[in-house]
């Protein structure tokens, strides 16, 4: 009966109304790269790489709770515990890095968003600076509240993927026995698309979103049951979605062994093989995700470098009470929708560059995490206990090696397909 007690109505309407920086964090990086992604591992590999779901899954609720609890615990941001603990230089160098990642995916969503609008007949020219135009505005003369439940409602468009998907036709028996089937090949490239799965789905500017977003949102240690519900419920979500688009892709063009290299190339080649019903959903998927990335990743720059420096911050403060917080954030803005307007931009290399400096800073990051969650005089009672510790730590080592692989790979093409062949040989 306990149990039963939990879900009185006292309970579930505080749920709803702490619900918010787990569910946006976890699906705002099911983003244009997120998307991407996902879309080659499913027209590539087909099913066979559904099981990695699993694992990335448990690590995305491990480092997002440890986020959001010490938010809730200390209400102060990751930023500010990183100054106090480790020093001004290390938190310098930390945000710099952050700064550049951070650019360089803002300019990525910028592009998503031209490229899923122009399957519509929407030049980028229209595009682009009607959707920085429009982020902006939400967050500069919305308050919290406003802002936190239109991100809200734009989570429920990712359910767009899972209709895309239930339109092809699925092997339901194949897919469920590939989710559960570890599958491994002595290919470099598979080997790589296994590593950007981990590190598409896990990315350094989420940590500081989140426990950012639970400090603002004054969630504390007291009712911070409820929040790690909404870390949980948001991550199982935002997998559920990776899930839909592999299939969706790996349903219809692994099948026919059509090449894509976008999420976009994804949305056309679904058109003949599956419908344009399917097609206009991937494609609408595409713009929502970008749009929503478009508005948040810039929001979390704002946020940890202000929390960093000591200025004031906060979507329900304005220009004259929070001015760094908002030219941040209406730089990160202009910078990346006038990135994608220049003409013979290289966006590859600018892409390149933020993927190697976000493989560098995510081990450093999660560690530094890790060093503070344990910290009793920081976190009390609510230091990670044993078992989760084991777990956090596992997750931290796996992370580690696999993202060091990714930026490897990255600086020189072709270092996993001879890791994986030595190994073999």
């Given at each position: 009966m306990p149990f039963f007690k939990k879900f009185s109505r006292k309970n579930?309407?505080?749920?709803?109304?702490?619900?918010?920086?787990?569910?946006?964090?976890?699906?705002?990086?099911?983003?244009?790269?997120?998307?991407?992604?996902?879309?080659?591992?499913?027209a590539r590999y087909g099913y066979s790489l559904l099981w990695m779901l699993i694992p990335t899954t448990v690590s995305l609720v491990v480092i997002q709770e440890m986020c959001a609890r010490m938010g809730a615990v200390t209400g102060k941001g990751l930023s500010d515990l990183i100054r106090e603990s480790f020093g001004l230089r290390?938190?310098?160098?930390?945000?710099?890095?952050?700064?550049?990642?951070?650019?360089?995916?803002?300019?990525?969503?910028?592009?998503?968003?031209?490229?899923?609008?122009?399957?519509?007949g929407v030049t980028k020219f229209i595009s682009v600076p009607l959707a920085a135009l429009l982020v902006w505005l939400l967050i500069v003369k919305g308050s919290y509240r406003i802002v936190e439940r239109v991100f809200l409602i734009v989570c429920v468009v990712y359910l767009v993927y899972p209709l895309a998907a239930l339109s092809a036709d699925v092997p339901w028996g194949e897919?469920?026995?590939?989710?559960?089937?570890?599958?491994?090949?002595?290919?470099?490239?598979?080997?790589?698309?296994?590593?950007?799965?981990?590190?598409?789905?896990?990315?350094?500017?989420?940590?500081?979103?989140?426990q950012a977003a639970v400090v603002e949102k004054g969630i504390t240690a007291e009712n911070y049951a409820f929040t790690r519900l909404d870390v949980v419920i948001g991550c199982i979500l935002a997998v559920v979605v990776a899930l839909f688009i592999v299939v969706a892709c790996a349903a219809s063009i692994h099948r026919q062994g059509l090449p894509i290299e976008t999420a976009a190339d994804a949305a056309m080649a679904?058109?003949?093989?599956?419908?344009?019903?399917?097609?206009?959903?991937?494609?609408?998927?595409?713009?929502?995700?970008?749009?929503?990335?478009?508005?948040?990743?810039?929001?979390?720059t704002a946020y940890y470098i202000c929390e960093a420096m000591g200025w004031e911050l906060g979507i329900d403060k304005d220009f004259?009470?929070?001015?760094?917080?908002?030219?941040?954030?209406t730089i990160s803005i202009g910078i990346g929708a006038a990135t994608i307007l220049i003409p013979g931009m290289p966006l590859l290399f600018v892409m390149y560059v933020s993927q190697v400096v976000n493989g560098v800073m995510l081990p450093f990051v999660l560690i530094l995490m890790l060093l503070l969650i344990n910290n009793a005089r920081l976190m009390g009672k609510f230091v990670n206990g044993p078992v989760f510790n084991a777990v956090a730590w596992v997750t931290v080592a796996a992370l580690i090696i696999l993202t060091a692989l990714m930026t490897i790979d990255t600086v020189r093409p072709g270092a996993i397909t001879a890791l994986v062949k030595l190994m073999a040989g």
């Amino acid at each position: 009966m306990p149990f039963f007690k939990k879900f009185s109505r006292k309970n579930i309407l505080l749920f709803f109304a702490l619900l918010g920086p787990g569910i946006i964090t976890a699906n705002v990086d099911n983003d244009a790269g997120g998307i991407t992604t996902y879309s080659l591992a499913g027209a590539r590999y087909g099913y066979s790489l559904l099981w990695m779901l699993i694992p990335t899954t448990v690590s995305l609720v491990v480092i997002q709770e440890m986020c959001a609890r010490m938010g809730a615990v200390t209400g102060k941001g990751l930023s500010d515990l990183i100054r106090e603990s480790f020093g001004l230089r290390t938190t310098f160098y930390i945000m710099i890095a952050l700064f550049l990642t951070n650019l360089g995916n803002t300019i990525s969503e910028f592009a998503g968003i031209a490229a899923g609008l122009e399957l519509f007949g929407v030049t980028k020219f229209i595009s682009v600076p009607l959707a920085a135009l429009l982020v902006w505005l939400l967050i500069v003369k919305g308050s919290y509240r406003i802002v936190e439940r239109v991100f809200l409602i734009v989570c429920v468009v990712y359910l767009v993927y899972p209709l895309a998907a239930l339109s092809a036709d699925v092997p339901w028996g194949e897919v469920a026995r590939a989710a559960v089937t570890p599958t491994f090949r002595a290919d470099g490239d598979y080997v790589a698309m296994m590593i950007a799965l981990i590190g598409t789905t896990i990315a350094p500017w989420m940590q500081f979103y989140q426990q950012a977003a639970v400090v603002e949102k004054g969630i504390t240690a007291e009712n911070y049951a409820f929040t790690r519900l909404d870390v949980v419920i948001g991550c199982i979500l935002a997998v559920v979605v990776a899930l839909f688009i592999v299939v969706a892709c790996a349903a219809s063009i692994h099948r026919q062994g059509l090449p894509i290299e976008t999420a976009a190339d994804a949305a056309m080649a679904l058109k003949p093989l599956v419908g344009d019903y399917a097609s206009w959903l991937f494609g609408v998927g595409l713009i929502n995700a970008s749009l929503f990335a478009a508005g948040i990743l810039p929001l979390s720059t704002a946020y940890y470098i202000c929390e960093a420096m000591g200025w004031e911050l906060g979507i329900d403060k304005d220009f004259r009470k929070a001015p760094e917080f908002f030219w941040l954030f209406t730089i990160s803005i202009g910078i990346g929708a006038a990135t994608i307007l220049i003409p013979g931009m290289p966006l590859l290399f600018v892409m390149y560059v933020s993927q190697v400096v976000n493989g560098v800073m995510l081990p450093f990051v999660l560690i530094l995490m890790l060093l503070l969650i344990n910290n009793a005089r920081l976190m009390g009672k609510f230091v990670n206990g044993p078992v989760f510790n084991a777990v956090a730590w596992v997750t931290v080592a796996a992370l580690i090696i696999l993202t060091a692989l990714m930026t490897i790979d990255t600086v020189r093409p072709g270092a996993i397909t001879a890791l994986v062949k030595l190994m073999a040989g």
